[in-house]
Structures are given as structure tokens and as C-alpha cells.
């Protein structure tokens, strides 16, 4: 079992970057395809990015892609994610999601994840 804790939130201007940071415990992150979902009041939660348990693949949604950056660190059992040029309509909860794997594949739907943060608030002022 993993647990995950999102961080960097927050109130950022359009246009602005912001970096969230999702902090996973255990031994085995390596084992865990992990990615970032985010949900606006009143809308579904939607795929935002995904990262392969090797980081050596990625996915994004269409509407970020060029934009926001997903990374990790498996020596810090730590994944980010970098987000440029933000615009108002990306103002919503991001949630980081762990999916354990034995593959290199990237989970592309929540149904795909096993475990869930509580989110970080991301507010983009118009």
C-alpha cells in the first residue's frame, strides 16, 4: 500500500507557472505508475498527466499538453508536475493517483489507480 500527499498549490495569475509536488511513503514507489487528475466544482474529474513507473514514458490530456510537465524522482519517491502559461478554466483540486504495476505502461483513466491524495487547490485569477 502507498500513500500520497500533494503539495504547491495555490493562487497563481493567467499565464503564471506553478510546480505541484506529490509525496509518496514506502519502499516501493518504483512499483507504481503514478499520475495527476484534476477536478473543477461541479465537473468530473478529468486526466490531466501520467508517468510510467520508470519515468521513461508520459501522456498527457490534449488540453496541457506543451504546457505541463510530469516528472519524477524515485530516489525521493516523489512525482511533479510542472504547469506553465495556466489559464483561468485550469482553476480546480489536482490530485495525485498511484497505480501498482509490473509493467512500464502509463494508466490513462482513474479507474486504472489504486490510491489517491486529498488534493491540492489550484486557483488561476483571471
Known amino acids: 500500500q502507498v500513500e500520497v500527499v500533494e503539495s504547491g498549490g495555490g493562487l497563481v495569475q493567467a499565464g503564471g507557472s506553478l510546480r505541484l509536488s506529490c509525496a509518496a511513503s514506502?519502499?516501493?514507489?518504483?512499483?507504481?505508475?503514478m499520475g495527476w487528475f484534476r477536478q473543477a466544482p461541479g465537473k468530473e474529474r478529468e486526466f490531466v498527466a501520467a508517468i510510467s513507473r520508470s519515468g521513461g514514458s508520459t501522456y498527457y490530456a490534449d488540453s496541457v499538453k506543451g504546457r505541463f510537465t510530469i516528472s519524477r524522482d524515485n530516489a525521493k519517491n516523489t512525482v511533479y508536475l510542472q504547469m506553465n502559461s495556466l489559464k483561468p478554466e485550469e482553476t480546480a483540486v489536482y490530485f495525485c493517483?498511484?497505480?501498482?504495476?509490473?509493467?512500464?505502461?502509463?494508466?490513462?483513466?482513474?479507474?486504472?489507480?489504486?490510491?489517491w491524495g486529498q488534493g491540492t487547490q489550484v486557483t488561476v485569477s483571471s
Open positions: 514506502g519502499r516501493t514507489f518504483s512499483s507504481y505508475a
Open positions: 493517483a498511484a497505480k501498482r504495476t509490473r509493467g512500464l505502461d502509463v494508466a490513462r483513466t482513474r479507474y486504472e489507480y489504486d490510491y
